[in-house]
């Protein structure tokens, strides 16, 4: 089983950790793949360059097992991070688009309805970012974030985005391509350590958070993925939890009669969280504040039909 690091050409903050880390002992060419990509090899682990959008390049683990006869296990793309607020950023996150409706097309890849299984490196590496990026003076410039799932390109292994945010000016930093090449090379145990983030149904502490509510960068779970020890899985933020207002529709509050996709969304990002923490607990963590009564009502509803247990901030810890 292989590791695919993805990057693309045609983004700075895409292409400099790349090349920050193939700079780095032990690589060599890789296998041929495509014309258009190049590819490189290190132990267990494959760069590919491409010269697309990232979120553009559907099932390429599928096309590299069919070419090389590798077969992936994860997938890591690195990524150029955008916000209205232009604050410099290091991201981390899920993808998927599980809120979308059949026919709709999504604005920046994915397939409606779809979620990729969350990397279990999500929360451990975020938690190492934050080291990295802090003992290299990043800190407190660069804010060490997570995003709430969004976006593709399509896979139904394990994937993650890394990103550096937020503007032109960051995109290029080389400290900050620096500290991600770093995050790579030390997170999987490229410089002879220990892999960071390498999910066991024989783990100690086995309890996954799926986020459920808030805003983009998730600050409430945030709180608790910091701590030591927390897995993470899907990240669903309010816009991916379209709900129609029942005052609107003059129906009673009741969870089946509340549209919108928001219960498929739940269920897509629960199932992929589940496959990709095989014997993990998962507990729905909602952002309490961020809903109005009537929603908190029909989603702790919803969860309760499909058997999913909601924890507390002090259950993960």
Known sequence: MVTLLVATTMDPASLNP???LLAMPGWHPGPSFQESMKSFSNEGVRVVLHDKGIVEEDHLDLRWEEVTGEPVDELIFLSRHTAVSNRPALTVHPIGVPHLREGEI???????????????????????LKSIASSHHLVPEFEITLEGTHHGPVTNKLAMFIEIGSTEEYWKRQDAAH??????????????????????????KKRVLLGIGGGHYAPRHMDIVLKDG?????LLSGYSLPMEDP???????NAKEIGGTWRESIKAAFEATRVAFPGGEILAHLDHKSFKSWQK?????????????????????
Not at 196 to 204: A, H, L, Q
Not at 230 to 234: A, K, L, P, S
Not at 302 to 317: R, V
């Open 230 to 234: 927390v897995w993470v899985g899907h």
């Open 179 to 204: 500290v991600i090449a770093l995050l790579l090379w030390e997170g999987l145990g490229l410089g002879g350590g220990a892999a960071v983030g390498t999910w066991s149904r024989d783990n100690e």
């Open 106 to 128: 999504p604005p920046q890849g994915g397939k409606p309805g779809w979620a990729a299984p969350p990397n279990p490196r999500i929360g451990p590496w975020l938690r190492l």
């Open 18 to 20: 790349a090349n920050a």
């Open 247 to 253: 005052s609107l529709t003059k129906v009673e509050t």
């Open 297 to 317: 009502n029909a989603i702790t509803a919803f969860l309760g039909e499909q058997n999913i247990e909601i924890g507390k901030a002090n259950d993960f810890c």
